[in-house]
């Protein structure tokens, strides 16, 4: 059998093609294969097939499909349907996607090894698999979802591929192929860099400037950035002038995708020593087999062991259990992650999961890049010198996990799956260990240790027997003897017969056969056992999205008050249904949580259950909101859903409380999100992410921020709430902005604005215009900037003081950059009248600070401190942090002009702190190139190169021109001030070129050249 998906979509079986009649059976077999191994639930396949003309007949219809599909497989058994959906079981040697994966994944690995000719060989075997645009003949909805990404899989291969012929010398075959490539992809400056090499090796080293100063042009033209390091570095190597300032990013051939340069620019990283491990079971016995395998990872044998087995083996309990023991040989911290690959939700995907490793090893969450590639790249570089051992838990697949293996041998990685991982095994050199049930004599162990040792020596044939029963998995076995341990005079020999019978009980009702009968035995012997209102909580829990819950959580989900609900959770703790993870959070093993999901449809009539999710999102939602308005206040456009009833909500009353509980519950949050769109409440989807997107920025949560905004945007969509779509758009925009894809950005307000005008709101439209600007003047495009701001006050009324007061202030602050300091202190003074007016203290405060930055450049200190104390007041006072940042950053650098430097860094290190704990990169690097003037002034010169260094490291990655370029005029001052006047000479050209480019007035220290500069231009 061949399913091919990379061109036409086509079925193949000895070697001739299947006919598949009709584009919705070819996405059906289309969406299958993608997913090959995994269910795919039923109403994933709709919307991917009929998409939003779904009929009420879809679910037959879908059916219908399968079933023709079936008929044309020699074996109709290869498409399996389950409760979780429906799934294709085929090896994936058979689906041309897995081939190219593999052999892309090979070749990346030759080319790592050397030999380019080999990796080109390969990739060149890869690309020849397409026979077109993928997916071709399916529907529109599918195309869609899956097209661009795969398209973006095979532009990487054919890079790959460039690379290697780069490295063997075919530059002179490729300059056509490339000429043709950058005209087809204009932006990709990998693309570029590898054109500007192999002309410069060709011979052609005046067309190679050209084609760096065109890109250079081009990015700075249509999106007001300058190109990346690697590209800088690659131009720096044709010229033959690497910048000892910038020799990160500078060095040989663009690096191949495995480690891009970009990721390594030297960006600041904090030194953080990461102790992750959950907490180990007091009574683990046996495995002894198992662990001695692990311990290969100790001696070099393998850097990666894979513990497989069947679910509630005790894959996890293992993996812990040796992972603390050997904690000692890795010094360097140990990391944990739950891949969630067996969870009723999408696995958790490798670039959130690889993003949640990087905070953990230091990486502040500005700095985290943007993708896969670069994520994996810096991740391998941080842990290249450590003793790390990284424990990833429940992971689906090889692919799921592949980049997240570190890179260095002083690392060790132990995965646990259900899956067999050949591909981890073949490709990656993985030493699978497969977990086996229990012996008899380890169940009797176990027994021993959660029974005693003299019960059990009495009736060691019952103990035997109970064993059999469980299966020897451990899960079960435990269940069974917190059991028994409530009835300490009753023989265990009258305590088996009865889990015996339930057993039995279980077979007769499942004519079909159930392969976890034993364990599904033990579960339904424990959930029997409970009184009414703890077993009506455990059933409940089976309806909430994530594996942990907290008292509040629950209360909400039961209907009950928060002591009610702790008492039961703790009930339900005591015999080992739920994990008390940390204290008031429990965890249920994926297990029990398919089993408590199969009692609650089976007891609780479907109102119940519905009005149980509605309170549980309800819940979450109101939560969110109080938690927000502490740590972010703002103004919402779309009102707070109406609550069913009374809600329990956590008590939060500060920042620092509401912040720790937005952190603790973010991973259940925008589960939270996905679930309400899975079971049809839509509006819950879109009232909770418009929620948590200050949050999101916050604390630059960017994954967590699109991802939850997609999928309500989708919702809102389907539900035909056109203003609920516009705001998700016009959030994952700012998410955009933010995440430096400016150009995405743009056409995503476009569309937000156009949704306004459709809709006849004038004001919706003014925010989005507004927001528009926003983009523009973050990546320094300041004239289209100041046109967005003045369009969206035009369009704003005297219902809006808000925005129009935020809009004015936006425009003086330009005014400020650009240097017209009349016109900014007209504008900020109108911002200030308007706020006042209105008591609004947040935009008050934003145009007091102005008010002092402005008064400074106009030499009026006096009114310039009164200004800026008033706002550092109003800041505190609705504990903004952002805002009491930039006023210290402001009154910092207010005091150095006052000669008071001691107060100066006062203000500044306050700040400093403050804005790192804020996210802001851009905030950061102000304060920071402040700081590095006060200390300049008083003379610590090494003290303030730091600074101005870290500054500009932070604005490098931040791609933030006005920053990068008061960093360097700070860095040439200082090179200057030291003699060196060489390195003074490059930063300030470097500062010229970025205040030119900008359109920013030249500080003079910047456009006056000292005359000996000119010897070492």
């Known amino acids: 059998m061949e399913f091919r998906l990379l061109g036409p979509v086509e079925l193949w079986r000895d070697g001739r093609q299947v006919q598949l009649t009709g584009h919705k059976l070819r996405s059906v077999m289309a969406v299958l294969a993608l997913n090959v191994g995994r269910p795919v639930p039923a109403d994933r396949l709709i919307r991917l097939v009929w998409a939003e003309d779904a009929p009420s007949s879809a679910p037959r219809l879908l059916q219908h499909q399968v079933s023709s599909l079936r008929a044309l497989l020699p074996d109709p058994a290869l498409i399996h349907r389950s409760p979780a959906g429906y799934e294709l079981r085929t090896p994936p040697e058979q689906i041309d996607l897995h081939v190219f994966d593999a052999q892309c994944e090979s070749a990346v690995d030759v080319l790592r090894a050397g030999d380019a000719d080999l990796a080109a060989r390969q990739l060149r075997s890869a690309l020849?698999?397409?026979r077109g645009p993928a997916l071709s003949g399916t529907t529109e909805e599918l195309t869609t979802a899956f097209g661009p990404a795969l398209e973006e899989r095979r532009l990487a291969a054919l890079l790959n591929r460039i690379d290697a012929d780069l490295r063997v010398g075919r530059h002179l075959q490729l300059l056509a192929e490339l000429s043709q490539l950058t005209a087809d992809h204009p932006f990709d400056e990998r693309l570029r860099g590898q054109l500007i090499l192999a002309l410069d090796r060709a011979g052609r080293k005046a067309d190679a400037v050209e084609a760096y100063q065109q890109i250079r042009r081009l990015l700075a033209d249509e999106l007001g950035i300058e190109p990346g390091p690697l590209l800088q570095g690659t131009f720096r190597q044709v010229l033959g002038a690497a910048d000892e300032d910038n020799s990160a990013s500078a060095g040989g051939e663009p690096t191949p995708p495995s480690a891009p340069a970009a990721a390594t620019t030297g960006s600041p990283i904090l030194s953080r020593v990461?102790?992750?491990?959950?907490a180990t079971v007091p009574d683990f016995v046996g495995r002894a087999e198992a662990l001695t395998a692990l311990h290969t990872l100790l001696t070099g044998g393998h850097a990666v062991s894979a513990i497989v087995g069947p679910a509630g083996v005790g894959k996890t309990t293992l993996a812990v259990h040796w992972s603390h023991a050997a904690a000692g040989h890795f010094p360097d911290g140990q990391l944990f992650a739950d891949l969630r690959g067996y969870d009723r939700d999408e696995p958790v995907?490798?670039?959130?999961?690889?993003?949640?490793?990087?905070r953990a090893l230091g990486v502040p969450a500005d700095e985290v890049p943007p993708d896969l590639a670069e994520r994996t790249a810096l991740y391998r570089t941080l842990l290249a010198d450590r003793a790390v051992l990284v424990l990833l838990d429940n992971v689906r697949s090889a692919e799921q996990v592949r980049p997240l293996l570190p890179?260095?041998?002083?690392?060790?990685?132990?995965?646990?799956?259900?899956?067999e991982l050949a591909g981890l095994v073949a490709r990656d050199g993985a030493r699978r260990i497969t977990l086996t049930p229990l012996t008899a004599s380890e169940g009797r162990?176990?027994?021993?240790?959660?029974?005693?040792?003299?019960r059990v020596e009495a009736e060691p044939a019952a103990a035997t027997m109970l064993t059999v029963l469980c299966d020897g998995l451990p899960l079960a076995l435990r269940l069974a003897a917190e059991r028994m341990s409530r009835h300490p005079d009753t023989r265990l020999t009258r305590l088996v017969k009865a889990l015996e019978l339930e057993a039995h009980r279980l077979e007769t009702l499942d004519a079909a056969g159930d392969p976890a009968a034993a364990v599904r035995a033990a579960f339904s012997w424990s959930y029997l056992a409970l009184p009414p209102a703890a077993a009506r909580m455990f059933r409940l829990l089976g309806l909430h999205p994530a594996a942990e819950i907290d008292p509040t959580a629950a209360a909400n989900l039961a209907g009950l008050t928060r002591p009610e609900a702790s008492r039961l959770l703790n009930t339900l703790a005591g015999v080992h249904l739920v994990t008390e993870t940390a204290p008031t959070r429990y965890r249920m093993h994926d297990l029990l949580r398919v089993y408590a999901l199969e009692q609650c449809r089976t007891e609780e009539p479907a109102p119940a259950r519905r009005a149980a999710v509605v309170r549980l999102l309800a819940g979450y939602d109101a939560a969110a909101r109080r938690a927000v308005d502490l740590v972010a206040p703002h103004r919402r456009r779309l009102p707070a859903a109406p609550p069913p009833g009374p809600l329990v909500l956590p008590t939060v009353a500060s920042y620092d409380e509401a912040l720790a509980w937005l952190d603790t519950e973010r991973g259940t949050l925008v589960?939270?999100?996905?679930?309400?769109?899975?079971?049809g409440e839509l509006a819950y989807s879109w009232h909770l992410a418009h929620t948590l997107w200050r949050y999101f920025l916050l604390g630059r949560h960017l994954d967590d921020w699109l991802t939850s905004h997609q999928a309500a945007a989708v919702a809102a969509r389907e539900a035909g709430d056109r203003t609920a779509e516009a705001e998700m758009l016009n959030s994952m925009a700012a998410a955009d902005t933010h995440g430096g894809r400016s150009a995405r950005a743009v056409d995503r307000y476009q569309r937000v604005i156009e949704l306004m005008r459709e809709l006849g709101d004038q004001r919706g439209e003014a925010g989005a215009v507004g927001n528009l600007g926003t983009a523009y003047h973050r990546i320094g495009r300041y004239a289209q900037a100041r046109r967005h701001y003045l369009a969206a006050l035009e369009l704003c009324t005297d219902e809006d003081p808000r925005d129009r007061a935020f809009l004015l202030g936006n425009i003086a602050e330009v005014s400020y950059l650009l240097g017209d300091h009349a016109d900014a202190l007209r504008h900020y003074e109108r911002s200030l009248a308007v706020s006042e007016d209105a008591d609004d203290r947040y935009a008050e405060t934003f145009a007091r600070i102005g008010l002092g930055a402005t008064y400074r450049e106009l030499g009026r200190l006096d009114a310039a401190g009164r200004h800026l104390e008033h706002a550092l007041q109003l800041s505190r006072e609705h504990a903004d942090q952002h805002d009491e940042a930039t006023c210290l950053g402001e009154l910092g650098l207010l005091r150095l002009c006052q000669g008071r430097p001691v107060e100066a860094l006062q203000h500044l290190d306050e700040g400093?702190?403050?804005?790192?704990?804020?996210?802001?990169?851009?905030?950061?690097a102000m304060v920071l190139t402040r700081r590095g003037d006060t200390l300049s002034a008083i003379g610590s010169r090494d003290d303030a190169e730091r600074c101005y260094r870290e500054a500009l490291d932070i604005a490098d990655a931040a791609r933030d021109r006005l920053h990068q370029a008061q960093a360097h005029r700070g860095l040439a001052n200082a090179r200057q001030a030291a003699g060196e006047r060489g390195g003074a000479a490059r930063h300030r050209r470097q500062a010229y070129d970025l205040f030119a480019d900008l359109g920013l007035p030249v500080p003079s220290d910047v456009a006056g050249e000292d005359p000996a500069d000119r010897d070492h231009g």
């Open 445 to 454: 162990d176990l027994l021993r240790r959660t029974l005693g040792a003299d």
């Open 349 to 358: 995907a490798p670039q959130v999961v690889i993003g949640g490793l990087l």
């Open 128 to 130: 020849a698999l397409w």
């Open 912 to 924: 400093l702190d403050l804005g790192r704990r804020v996210g802001d990169p851009n905030l950061t």
């Open 407 to 419: 890179g260095s041998n002083r690392c060790a990685v132990v995965v646990t799956s259900r899956d």
């Open 274 to 278: 990461p102790r992750q491990l959950p």
């Open 671 to 679: 589960a939270a999100v996905r679930y309400a769109v899975a079971v």
